[in-house]
Structure formats: C-alpha cells, structure tokens
C-alpha cells in the first residue's frame, strides 16, 4: 500500500493529515514531474466547495507555479469538468482538491494527465518518491515563475459540454435533483433547466460546511421520498464532487450503478450494438448484472475497485461502458472519468427514446442479495496478514461454497475495511457478514 495514494488521490483530515505543507509538496511535486520543463505549461485547478478548499488551493498553487507552471483556477466545478477542460484547454495536467463523498472534515488531491485520464499507479508512484526532496528541486528566479490565471467562466464550457451529450432533451420531464451542497449545485440545475426539464432541487445551497451532509449519493433516502411526493419521472442524487450518480425510479426506489450499467448496456446491445461486447465493472458489481448482461450477449469483466482501474480496463478491452455499483459511471464516448451529469443525461434520453418509465428499464436486471458492513479501524495495513481474519473469511467461503461469495478489501480512500457478501439467503448472509467485521473489529482497532 503506497503512503500517500489511494485509489482516487490523497486524502485525509484537512488541516491535518492533509495540511496545506502537504498540499504544497504534492503541488510542487507533480509541476516538477508532469510539466517536464515544458515552456508556457499550465495546470488546470478545480475544488469543490468545503471550506478547506481555499488554504488548500493556496498553498497548491504556490508549489506550481514555483516550478515555472501557471496555475489556471476553474473555480468550484466537478471533477469530470476538470477532466474535460485539462484535455480541450491543452494544459499540461489537471487537479482537483475535493473529498469526493466523504464529509466536510476531510479534503483531497487528485489529478489528471493532459489527456483528461487520471494519473497512472506509476506516475504517482514517482511523485512519492521525490516528494521529500521537493526542496532541492530547481526553481526559476524573476519572470519565469508562474502566473496565476482565474478562469471561472470555464465552468460554462464544460456545461455546454455536458448538454451536447445528451441524445434527447429532457422537456417537461419533473426531476428531483440532490446536488450535495456540493459542485455541482449551481451548473445541474441550469443545465438541466437549460434543456427543458421541471427541476426541484434540495441540497443546492452550498456554504462550506455543509457538503455531502445527510445528503447526496451516499444518502438518498431524502430524494427518492420527495419522487414519490412530487410525482417526478426521476430522482438524481449526486456526490460532492459530481462524478457519481445515484437515482431513483418514479416509485422512488434505488437505481444504483449496477443498474444504470445494465440500462445502457442493453439498450446498446439491441440498439446501435456494444463495443467489444463488454462491460467493465469491480469485484463488487451484483451478479445479477452478470446475468442480466448475458442475455443479450454482453460479457461482464471484473476489475478491483477503483473507478481508474475500470477505466484502464474500458481502454485495454476497447469497452465503452463501465462503472461501479456507488454511481461512478465511465462512458468514453463522452468523458474520460465517471461523470453524474452525463450518466443522468444518458438514462434519461434511453428513457425517451424506449418511452418507458425508468422502473421498467430497471427492472432488466434483478438484484442477488448483497449485504456490505464497512469496519472502522485504526489503520488499514495488515488485516490480510492477521490469521484470525484469514480464518474467519474462509469459513464464510466454506459455508457459501458455490451460493454466493465474499469480498473484504480495505477502502481506498477512507480507515474502513469492506465486508460485502452475495447469496440467495439474506439473513444467512447477514449473519456471515457480522461473523467476519467482529472479526477485524477485534484484530484491527
């Protein structure tokens, strides 16, 4: 497990774990790796809106432009947004300072190539080798350190980008949209209103503090109850930073990632056919997206968790469609990381162009029981090395044998360790869960 990465960039307490000396380490690191001596090079910024976006802002552009890069400051905007305007702006990389879901207390780095991918295992693993070192780097004296650049506006591009995507406009259609308090509050709203749709938002009125609270992606018990209050066609909660989507259907029930993969896949199966025959998820995609996909000839290919990693796989395999059960959603014709925006977008236009309701779609695929039990420990290292939780894991597998199946893995970005397990029997698996979080609960705090 490398110190500083996780499976979406650094992250931790903001202020402390991630501190702005921290920030300017990362910041002067990677301008000194990515812009490789390049004249003119600019880096591309965006943030989310939790308050400890600005100190960690400051102290990122400082490290930049110590190595001669400008720093071009997007504003608050989503990730995908910084994607997507790193690539048609040519800088030479891209960051965003957002805790993605995670709440206000944390913050994080992460960062995208000048071909709007996120950043390769090794490439970061370079910037933690030097990091330590970012002292000794040479530095440009007088006229050629770098500027800095408020560009705003940038946000706009991007959403004139995102509504380009859409393959029929949502006119008339009454959404519920959760935006998080977090990015994406002030751009899905217009944009969504921009394309004719009947909006009511909550969670739009961002003030720092209060990003991904009791609302969003992770909580979408407040907008999938205000569907079935309104009678909306669709519910959208995104997460803070936007590059994830959960829904619900007109009855107000969950559609998440899994789903939404399985409703455009098979709608390009029997449409304008799939790429590759492929979709490209994680080991904790539901089997029934398996089953569902295999109806009409579609593969399912498992990859670890980590919405880079299905990426790498999407472009490896030539697959077009890929995600994760959480709502990151990859569809490379239109983006190059998971975007909620366009995923909504691409729901919705299915939706019209089938004239069905988003339940029927839905309902392509039928979900095995899953349980997943997230364990809060200490650290995150070495709970494959303890012979207690080995053992614990292999009399689950034992007593599932080939009903079902387990998968404990340690978050990529938070002190959890993942429990999840699918089989036909839910309180068995209910049971086979706790058997093996009271396990690590005991071995790890």
């Not at 990091?131 to 006229?143: Q, T």
């Not at 949209?177 to 909550?202: H, K, Q, V, W, Y």
């Not at 975007?339 to 039928?366: F, H, N």
């Amino acid at each position: 497990m490398r110190k500083l990465f996780g499976t979406d960039g650094v992250r931790g307490l903001a202020n402390s774990e991630l501190s702005p000396f921290l920030a300017l380490k990362l910041g002067t690191t990677a301008a000194h790796i990515l812009i490789e001596r390049k004249p003119n090079a600019r880096v591309l910024i965006g943030r989310d809106p939790r308050i400890s976006g600005d100190i960690l802002e400051s102290a990122m552009i400082s490290g930049i432009c110590s190595q001669g890069a400008d720093a071009v400051l997007a504003g608050v905007i989503p990730t995908p947004g910084v994607a997507y305007l790193t690539r048609t702006t040519s800088a030479a990389a891209g960051a965003v300072i957002s805790a993605s879901h995670n709440p206000v207390v944390d913050n994080g780095i992460k960062f995208f190539g000048p071909d709007g991918f996120k950043l390769d295992d090794s490439v970061e693993s370079a910037i933690e080798e030097l990091i330590e070192g970012f002292d000794n780097f040479p530095r440009p004296l007088g006229g050629d350190v770098g500027n800095i650049m408020r560009r705003h506006e940038l946000a706009w591009e991007y959403a004139e980008h995102v509504k380009r995507t859409a393959i029929a406009a949502p006119e008339g259609m009454k959404i519920v949209m959760d935006c998080a308090n977090g990015a994406t509050s002030e751009l899905a709203p217009r944009i969504f209103d921009d394309l004719g749709a009947r909006i009511t938002c909550i969670a739009c009125t961002p003030d720092g503090t209060n990003i991904n609270q009791d609302c969003g992606s992770l909580y979408p018990a407040r907008m999938a109850a205000m569907v079935k209050e309104t009678g909306a066609d669709i519910g959208l909660s995104f997460d803070g930073d936007a590059d994830r989507v959960i829904m619900a259907d007109e009855r107000g029930e969950i559609v998440d990632g899994d789903h939404v993969m399985a409703i455009c896949a098979i709608y390009a199966a029997k449409t304008s056919g799939l790429p590759a025959n492929t979709v490209v998820g994680t080991v904790m995609s539901n089997i029934g997206l398996e089953i569902a996909l295999s109806k009409v000839g579609v593969k399912l290919t498992r990859t670890a968790v980590g919405d880079r990693y299905v990426c790498d796989e999407m472009r490896r395999s030539g697959a077009v469609i890929g995600g994760e059960k959480s709502g990151h959603i990859i569809l490379l014709p239109h983006t190059t990381t998971g975007d909620g925006m366009i995923t909504a977008l691409q729901v919705i236009s299915i939706m019209i162009k089938t004239g069905k309701r988003l339940s029927e779609l839905a309902s392509e695929m039928i979900e095995v029981p899953q349980l997943l039990v997230n364990v809060k420990v200490e650290r995150r290292e070495g709970w494959d090395k303890d012979a207690s939780i080995m053992a614990a894991i292999r009399d689950v597998e034992r007593k599932l044998e080939s009903r079902g199946r387990v998968i404990v893995r340690p978050s990529g970005t938070e002190k959890l360790i993942r429990v999840m397990a699918e089989g036909p029997d839910e309180a068995e698996l209910q049971a086979l869960v706790a058997h093996i979080a009271d396990t690590i609960r005991k071995a790890m705090s």
